[in-house]
C-alpha cells in the first residue's frame, strides 16, 4: 500500500451541506450514503483550484482530452475498443438508466431488474410507468449472492424490453463474473431485450476479482447495451455531478440523446475537470485506497466472524465499499436500520430500501478512516448486546 496517502485522517464534515452527515442528529454517526470520507486525490484539487482561479463558470463542453483518456482507459483495462464520439457525458448515473427507460420502454412495458437492489434502480419503473419485473438473486449458504437463470429467463414476458444491470452489485457487493455476464447477455439478446448496465463501482474492486463491462463480452451485446460509467464512487468526486455513457450502436446512441432532450443537460465544467485529472493523474491514489477498502472490508469482516455483532452475518464483499449485513439472526426482521439508530446512534440504509428481499438487512459504508469503522462497529455491538440482555 501506498504510504503517501493518509486515509487515517479523519476530516470533519458536519456543517457542510453534506447529505451523509447533515441529514441525521449531530449525535449520530453515518455510515449509509455511498460516499466516502477521504479527500479526493489532489491532481483532482490541483485541477479544480486552477479552473477556479481563472474565475469565469460559463456553459462548458466536455474537454477532447477527456474522451480520449477515457478511451485509452478502457482499452488498458479491459481490452474494449471503443471511439469518442460513442460516449455522452451527463451530470449522473441515476439519471442515465432512467434516460435509458425514457428512450427505449413505453409505458405498460416490463423493465427487468435483479433484486435486492440499489433503489433509484428498483423505483425506475414507476417513474416512466413501466411494469417491473423483479427477479430475486438467489442467496447461498454462506450469505453471497447468485442468479437463478432460469428464473431470469421466466420474468421475461412479450412485454420486456429493458434489463437493468447493476455490476459490481449494489447493495451485495457482488462482481458478476464473465460466465454470468454472457449467459444474462445471451437470454436477453433472445428475447430482444435492451442491456443498461450500472457500473459506477467498476473501480472498486477486491483482489482475485475481475470487473469487466457486459458490453466487452461481444460486439452483438455491445449493439444492444448502454454502459454507464463515472469517476464519482471511485475517487469521492460524486458531488461534482459528471458520469457518461458509452454507447457503441449509432441508432440506439441517437435514441439516448434524443430522450434527454431539454431534461437532462451534460456536466458541469468542474465536473469535467475533475473526471479529467482523476482518470489522467489518479491512479496511484486508487491503487492506495483499494488498499485502504480491502483492509476495511477485512476488519469488519473479522469482527463480524469473531462475534462482534452478536446474531450478524456478513458474505465478503467482492467490490464496492459497501457491506451487506444479515441481522434476522440477531432477531432483527424489520426496520434494522431504525434499530441501530435508536440503539446505537449509527445511521445504515435498511435493507427494504433496497427491496422486500432486504428485510433484516443493513447496508454499511466503510469507505472511511478505520478509528471511525471501528466506533460504528462499537455502537452496534452495544445496540446488539443490550438487546440480548433484555
Known amino acids: 500500500m501506498h504510504t503517501a496517502f493518509d486515509f487515517d485522517r ?34 483532482v484539487l490541483a485541477a479544480l483550484r486552477a479552473r477556479i482561479d481563472h474565475g469565469v463558470f460559463g456553459y462548458g463542453l466536455p474537454p477532447a482530452e477527456l474522451r480520449e483518456v477515457i478511451v485509452a482507459r478502457l482499452a488498458r483495462l479491459y481490452d474494449w475498443h471503443i471511439a469518442p464520439e460513442m460516449l455522452t457525458f451527463m451530470p449522473g448515473v441515476v439519471p442515465g438508466f432512467n434516460l435509458a427507460c425514457k428512450a427505449l420502454a413505453q409505458p405498460g412495458e416490463g423493465l427487468l431488474i435483479q433484486t435486492p437492489v440499489y433503489h433509484p434502480i428498483l423505483h425506475a419503473a414507476q417513474n416512466h410507468g413501466l411494469e417491473r419485473q423483479a427477479v430475486p438473486l438467489v442467496r447461498r449458504s454462506d450469505g453471497s449472492y447468485g442468479i437463478d437463470f432460469d428464473a431470469f429467463e421466466v420474468a421475461i414476458t412479450k412485454r420486456s424490453r429493458l434489463f437493468i444491470l447493476c455490476n459490481p452489485h449494489n447493495p451485495v457487493g457482488r462482481v458478476f463474473t464473465e460466465k454470468e455476464l454472457a449467459r444474462m447477455a445471451e437470454i436477453c439478446l433472445s428475447h430482444n431485450l435492451y442491456i443498461c448496465s450500472d457500473e459506477i463501482h467498476g473501480d472498486l474492486i477486491f483482489s482475485g476479482q475481475r470487473h469487466l463491462p457486459i458490453a466487452a463480452l461481444a460486439p452483438e451485446i455491445a449493439a444492444r447495451t448502454i454502459t454507464l460509467m463515472a469517476p464519482s464512487k471511485s475517487y469521492n468526486i460524486a ?134 469503522l471501528e466506533e460504528i462497529i462499537r455502537r452496534m455491538q452495544a445496540a446488539l448486546n443490550a438487546r440480548h440482555s433484555l
Open 10 to 43: 479523519r476530516i470533519e464534515r458536519r456543517n457542510t451541506a453534506s447529505i451523509k452527515w447533515d441529514y441525521y442528529p449531530a449525535d449520530i454517526l453515518p455510515a449509509w450514503v455511498a460516499d466516502m470520507d477521504f479527500a479526493a486525490p489532489e491532481p
Open 239 to 372: 458531488g461534482l455531478e459528471c458520469s457518461f455513457a458509452v454507447i457503441p450502436d449509432p441508432e440506439l446512441r441517437q435514441r439516448f440523446r434524443a430522450a434527454r432532450a431539454g431534461l437532462v443537460p451534460s456536466a458541469n465544467i468542474l465536473g469535467y475537470e475533475a473526471a479529467l485529472a482523476a482518470y489522467r493523474d489518479g491512479d496511484a491514489w486508487l491503487e492506495a485506497l483499494l488498499g485502504y477498502l480491502e483492509a476495511n472490508r477485512d476488519y469488519l469482516q473479522a469482527a463480524v466472524d469473531a462475534g462482534a455483532l452478536p446474531g450478524v452475518r456478513m458474505a465478503t464483499p467482492e467490490g464496492t465499499y459497501l457491506a451487506w449485513l444479515d441481522c434476522r439472526g440477531a432477531g432483527i426482521f424489520d426496520q434494522a436500520g431504525d434499530f441501530f439508530i435508536e440503539h446505537g446512534r449509527v445511521a445504515l440504509n435498511d435493507g427494504a430500501m433496497f427491496g422486500e428481499e432486504g428485510r433484516g438487512f443493513v447496508r454499511l459504508n466503510f469507505g472511511c478512516p478505520r478509528s471511525l
